[in-house]
């Protein structure tokens, strides 16, 4: 089955941009999703299709998708933001599809 | 407002079955396809399942294959998870969540709070 990697965990300091990888193999061939999930909540819809952003959710966030690589990125970072992020994606390419999760990310706000 | 309600968790013994319930109001129900996610504590999300719109395609996660069903009822709004031969390592907080038919595939653009099922004996 497809597999996502996500790193552990990122810091940065409020203001500053936070940048977080999704490795997949030929992942820039695929659509990718971005949940956040802060302590006790739901998880959240903050990216779909590799760049666009639901209504409501600030400009701040972006992604983007190419290669090996997907990466959501978070500008101007406050420290509301801080949080779990999680890439997703939709793997049809079996006859078994699955919808896969990376295995997070904690992003923490110094 | 776009709201999904999940119901049924509580604690069972290991081999024991338990009914999930997710009640869905402010969009048309019957409109969507829906999906299972779990988290089990201290860890990352994992998705369960998925259901289209009509029922007529359904997924499971192999972790689960055998032992859990996935089933809807579109008048009454509401989206099921029957879970089987329960594991301990099914213990988690599970979440239902609207597909949200990205161009991609699969996108869940709105969850629930989540009901805990604990398996334990």
């Known amino acids: 089955s497809y597999v996502l990697t996500q790193p552990p965990s990122v810091s940065v300091a409020p203001g500053q941009t936070a940048r977080i990888t999704c490795g997949g193999n030929n992942i820039g061939s695929k659509s990718v999703h971005w949940y956040q999930q802060k302590p006790g909540q739901a998880p959240v819809l903050v990216v779909y299709?590799?760049?666009d952003r639901p209504s409501g959710i600030p400009e701040r966030f972006s992604g983007s998708n190419s290669g090996n690589t997907a990466t959501l990125t978070i500008s101007r970072v406050e420290a509301g933001d801080e949080a779990d992020y999680y890439c997703q994606v939709w793997d049809s390419s079996s006859d078994h599809p699955d919808v896969v999760f990376g295995g997070g990310t904690k992003l923490t706000v110094l | 407002e776009v709201q999904l309600v999940e119901s049924g968790g509580g604690l069972v013994q290991p081999g024991g079955s338990l009914r999930l319930s997710c009640a869905a109001s402010?969009?048309?129900?019957?409109?969507?396809?829906m999906n299972w996610v779990r988290q089990a504590p201290g860890k990352g999300l994992e998705w369960v399942s998925y259901i289209s719109s009509s029922s007529s395609t359904i997924y499971y996660a192999d972790s689960v294959k055998g032992r859990f069903t996935i089933s809807r009822d579109n008048a009454k709004n509401s989206l099921y998870l029957q879970m089987n031969s329960l594991r301990a390592e099914d213990t988690a907080v599970y979440y239902c969540?609207?597909?949200?038919?990205?161009?991609?595939?699969?996108?869940?653009?709105?969850w629930g709070k989540g009901t805990t099922v604990t398996v334990s004996s």
């Open positions: 402010g969009f048309t129900f019957s409109s969507y396809s």
């Open positions: 969540a609207r597909d949200g038919y990205c161009s991609g595939g699969s996108c869940l653009d709105v």
């Open positions: 299709d590799d760049s």
